[in-house]
């Protein structure tokens, strides 16, 4: 089928052959050592015949100071590098690219961590916060520089293992967008304070990347522009970030929203995308952040419509269409587009998946799982 978003495009040498992305999913496939299982070959093997040119894996930390879960991967010592070599073998061999999502959960590694009697870090400690209960403590300059090399190591790791690319995790409620936001980030050294400082633990990931994984290794990153409650990052500030990374050196972006609000409706998992003017939610922050950067951009958050993606790609909103949940029912679902262009995908967006993820489960469609049961 005759569509832009089937045509290819380059992002710093990685051909892509058509515009769709599987955003990052968590699967808690890895094994208990946070290595790549058999099982998580296969369900990549899947998503690589589905037809999207790039797969993003789900979040894999640097360091273990930064591990949300028991199945997470790791890519926090070489011993990772075997089983993700396999894993991108697999994906190359099916014709697709696969980048790996490189992360550090800050404060939301407390639970996980108080069960190994270890303590959670983050950018500074706020007191009674609706947002946050359990106890963490507010990182030293040291721990800092341990977190950023270890960014830089994992990135090293991933290209040895034969990967395309590696995002950076700055978005959602996680390490990066703690630092970003300026209700998260109280600190008043070098790291916190003005944009710029609150910035400074990406730019200095950015080049310990580099100067560990090359030059001309592609280097993405999704980032988080607003907080999803009032008195966190603004979209002002949030938008300019965008623009300072792409100076720096990010050779793409993908937009989504930063720490998470009450509810659903305050994340980047939306719900209730059953009419139109509810999909594409993040839509006007990357319009707008798209015509102020000269690196590619990636839309995420509730795209569901082919018509409405086309729209956006066509119109230069977006130069890719990044979608997760619709991909958890359906791994081929661009291929289904391929063949016919009004497809409604399967997935309801009911957020079970979810759901179960948090209770320490693997990742499937519990719709799907259900109809099984039946
Ligand atoms: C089960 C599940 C796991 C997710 N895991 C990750 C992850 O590891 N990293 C990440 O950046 N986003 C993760 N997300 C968020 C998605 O990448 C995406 O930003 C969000 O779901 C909105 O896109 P969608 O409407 O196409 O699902 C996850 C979402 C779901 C539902």
Redesign the pocket.
């Known amino acids: 089928m005759m569509s832009i978003l089937f045509e290819p495009m380059v992002i710093k040498g990685m051909e892509l052959k058509n515009r769709f992305v599987r955003?990052?999913?968590?699967d808690g496939y890895a094994d208990h050592t946070g290595q790549v299982t058999d099982k998580q070959i296969q369900f990549f093997e899947d998503l690589a015949r589905g037809g999207a040119a790039l797969i993003v894996t789900?979040?894999s930390h640097v360091h273990d100071s930064g591990q949300t879960s028991p199945i997470q991967n790791s890519v926090a010592s070489d011993h990772c590098i075997p089983g993700l070599k396999k894993l991108s073998d697999a994906v190359h061999n099916l014709g697709a690219k696969i980048a790996i999502?490189l992360f550090h959960a800050g404060r939301e590694s407390a639970r996980f961590l108080k069960a190994k009697n270890l303590e959670a870090v983050g950018p500074s400690f706020v007191h009674d916060d609706p947002y946050f209960k359990r106890p963490y403590r507010s990182m030293t300059g040291e721990d800092i520089s341990e977190v950023v090399r270890s960014f830089g190591d994992a990135a090293r790791r991933v290209r040895e293992a034969g990967f395309d690319a590696v995002q950076v995790?700055g978005?959602?409620a996680y390490l990066l967008s703690q630092f970003l936001s300026p209700y998260l980030n109280r600190r008043n050294d070098q790291w916190g304070g003005h944009l710029e400082n609150r910035l400074r633990l990406h730019r200095e990931i950015l080049k310990d990347i580099r100067a560990k994984a090359g030059e001309d290794y592609p280097l993405l990153i999704?980032i988080g522009v607003q907080d999803g409650f009032p008195g966190g990052l603004e979209l002002r500030e949030g938008a300019l970030a965008a623009r300072f990374l792409a100076e720096w050196g990010f050779d793409a972006l993908e937009i989504?929203s930063g720490l998470r609000g009450k509810r659903y409706e305050g994340t980047?998992?939306k719900t209730k995308l059953n009419r139109p003017e509810r999909e594409a939610y993040f839509r006007g922050w990357c319009k707008e952040i798209k015509g102020e950067v000269d690196v590619p951009v990636m839309m995420?958050?509730?795209?569901r419509t082919f018509a409405l993606m086309e729209e956006v790609v066509e119109g230069g909103e977006a130069d890719f269409v990044s979608?997760?949940?619709?991909f958890?029912r359906e791994p081929f679902i661009v291929n289904k587009w391929r063949k016919d262009n009004h497809y409604r995908p399967a997935c309801i967006?009911c957020?079970q998946?979810?759901d179960a993820?948090f209770q320490g489960n693997r990742?499937q469609c519990m719709q799907e799982a259900k109809a099984r049961k039946n």
Not at 23 to 26: H, I, R, V
Not at 323 to 326: G, T
Request: aromatic share 6%; net charge positive; proline share 3%.
């Open positions: 955003s990052a999913t968590y789900g979040i999502q995790h978005a959602h999704k989504s980047e998992f995420v958050g509730g795209l979608l997760c949940r619709p958890i967006s957020n998946c979810l993820i990742l």
